[in-house]
Antibody, heavy 119, light 107 residues
């Protein structure tokens, strides 16, 4: 069974940092690209970042470029999102999502982890 | 970036009815690289359609996608109770990948 399980969310103050993790299992980890997508409360979906395991190609949305960093640990089949200088508008459920490494539609998603940025 | 506009915002329907959802792009979506997702309350999105018309694994054939260029549609031929949800389109032809704002299909 394909599984993506996020962790690391929580309540932080503006300006603080947080690292999210996504553990993948049930398939060949290196054959895909991985993405972080967020959803603010009651709002739509926003793609944030992607990393291609084989090529190491990385991409970011302008809204997080310079503040967020995506990375992987291939030995642990895990993907991370380091989030710095957090703002209230970063409050959202953060999803890890897989694509097939060629086209960026997301065929598997984790259950999400909630990040709340508030003083 | 490509902006996707979905319409209508909300649809109130009954089981058994058919429905067509619209997704319009601000620029041509390269080679029909458009996907549709279904999201139920408290759940992650689920892929329904990719490549504008290809159903994902285990998606019932009452769901169908069409379109090209800037205009795309998702059709549900006969609504089942489990189909009441929010539907999002997403383009993956041009980075940054973007989503529409969603159409809510409610009873």
């Amino acid at each position: 069974e394909v599984r993506l399980v996020e962790s690391g969310g929580g309540l932080v103050k503006p300006g603080e940092s947080l690292r999210l993790s996504c553990a993948a299992s049930g398939f060949s980890f290196i054959s895909h690209r991985y993405n972080w997508v967020r959803q603010a409360p009651g709002k739509g979906l926003e793609w944030l970042s992607s990393i291609h395991i084989a090529s190491r190609n990385i991409d970011y949305a302008d809204s997080v470029k310079g503040r967020f960093t995506i990375s992987t640990d291939n030995a642990k089949n895990s993907i991370y999102l380091q989030m710095n200088s957090l703002r209230a508008e970063d409050t959202a459920v953060y999803y890890c999502a897989r694509d097939n490494g060629i086209w960026s539609f997301f065929d598997s998603w984790g259950q999400g982890t909630l990040v709340t940025v508030s003083s | 970036e490509i902006v996707l506009t979905q319409s209508p915002g909300t649809l109130s329907l009954s089981p058994g009815e058919g429905v067509t959802l619209s997704c319009r792009a601000s620029q041509t979506v390269r080679t029909g690289y458009l996907a549709w997702y279904q999201q139920k309350r408290g759940q992650a999105p689920r892929l329904l359609i990719h490549g504008s018309l290809s159903r994902a694994t285990d998606v019932p054939d009452r769901f169908s996608g069409s379109g090209s260029g800037t205009d795309f549609t998702l059709t549900i031929s006969r609504l089942e109770p489990e189909d009441f949800a929010i539907y999002y389109c997403q383009q993956y032809g041009t980075s940054p990948w973007t989503f529409g704002q969603g159409t809510k299909v409610e009873i």
